[in-house]
């Protein structure tokens, strides 16, 4: 009779610790599924979804991309991991959306880099300036964002009940 392994089986040993080559893309036909688990995951956990929300996560091709958005991803041995969204609000403006990172890969600086990489494609896009709106409650994600250059503004009127902190980012 053959033995089945687990991992308690397997000898710890740090030397031996796997970590995969993380890949920033864009949005593939398929990704849905994906932007919408990453993203209800972090609003469930602090505030819960709003019709906005439940709008963008259903169907993302029609209320991001096809209106000329992007939606980017950090990719982890073809599994994504993390997503950001550029939403068109003006001419050379876009709202920087729906940023998150699966709980299990936040602390490793997947955050920063998918959120460096959509500033860069802002910027390739010819963007003037990016904006977003988040909560007070996100202290992590607003230090990351006025890390990168954010600037804090004063509130206005927005779709999302949570929204208390608004943020620009000016090229």
């Excluded at 602390?107 to 920063?112: A, K």
């Excluded at 250059?149 to 927005?158: A, I, M």
Aim: aromatic fraction near 10%; proline fraction near 6%; charge should be neutral.
């Amino acid at each position: 009779m053959a033995s089945t392994l687990s991992l308690a089986d397997i000898p710890s040993n740090e030397n031996l610790r796997y970590e995969p080559k993380i890949e920033l893309r864009a949005f593939r036909p398929g990704d849905a599924e994906a932007f919408r688990r990453l993203n209800e995951a972090w609003i469930e956990k602090y505030f819960g979804l709003e019709e906005s929300d439940n709008r963008i996560l259903s169907n993302p091709e029609s209320y991001v991309l096809t209106k000329g958005g992007h939606i980017f991803f950090a990719v982890a041995d073809l599994i994504p991991i993390g997503s950001c969204a550029l939403v068109p609000i003006s001419p050379g403006v876009y709202e920087v959306a729906k940023m998150a990172v699966n709980e299990l890969w936040q602390g490793r600086g997947i955050g920063r880099r998918v959120l460096s990489y959509t500033i860069e494609q802002g910027r390739a896009l010819g963007a003037t300036s990016l904006y977003l709106e988040t909560n007070s409650k996100l202290a992590n994600a607003i230090h990351l964002y006025e890390s990168l250059g954010f600037k804090h503004l004063p509130p206005r009127p927005s779709p999302y009940v949570r929204a208390n902190v608004f943020m620009e980012l000016r090229f």
